[in-house]
């Protein structure tokens, strides 16, 4: 289900983010299980949904070369009913899938957002370690500028590296962070 358009925002062929002017493209990402470990072959998709009332970030998996695909399961927590957009994610050389989104879960108005990442290591069932990648929020309403791309992301080793866009200098300007696993 699409996003609802805002009046207010003009017309536009790619979705709304609610509670703002900006535009955000719901491209699914892959990504597949090169490591060698037990889900090796995997393949990974993530998207958001929108649930008819706010925006959520799944992810499937197949195990059969994308013939068929599993139930989608939320990145966020369970309690987390703000807007979820902008996913991404990648694969360790050690199999441990990563993903990044932006999230508006700690802004009670569900307007500023952050990008956070969590991790996977029983191939894409739950995720752990949801971790905040910037210690600012972002306000949308600051520029007009589109989302661009979603929240990418790569491993090195056992860091696990993204670029996300910002706003917290009243510009959107991307950003870069990581998280370093044990």
Not at 13 to 22: R, V
Request: charged share 10%.
């Amino acid at each position: 289900t699409l996003v609802p358009k805002n009046p207010r925002c003009g017309s536009s062929g790619i979705e709304n983010l609610p509670n703002s002017c900006w535009f955000t493209q719901d491209v699914p990402v892959i990504a597949i299980d090169n490591s060698g470990g037990a889900f090796s072959g995997r393949l990974y998709g993530t998207f958001y949904n929108w649930t008819g009332t706010f925006m959520q970030v799944l992810v499937v998996n197949s195990t059969d070369g994308g013939t068929t695909w599993s139930t989608p399961v939320p990145v966020a927590a369970s309690n987390d009913n703000h807007d979820q957009f902008a996913p991404s994610l990648s694969v360790s050389s050690s199999g441990v899938l990563g993903i990044t989104w932006q999230d508006r879960f700690r802004d009670p108005a569900n307007i500023k957002y952050q990008p956070f990442a969590a991790f996977s290591n029983d191939g894409g069932m739950t995720f752990v370690n949801r971790v905040a990648l910037a210690s600012v929020p972002s306000n949308p309403r600051i520029t007009t500028n589109a989302f661009t791309y979603p929240t990418v992301n790569v491993w090195s080793g056992n860091t696990f590296y993204a670029l996300w866009q910002d706003t917290r200098t009243g510009q959107s300007l991307a950003w870069i962070g990581g998280v370093k696993l044990q």
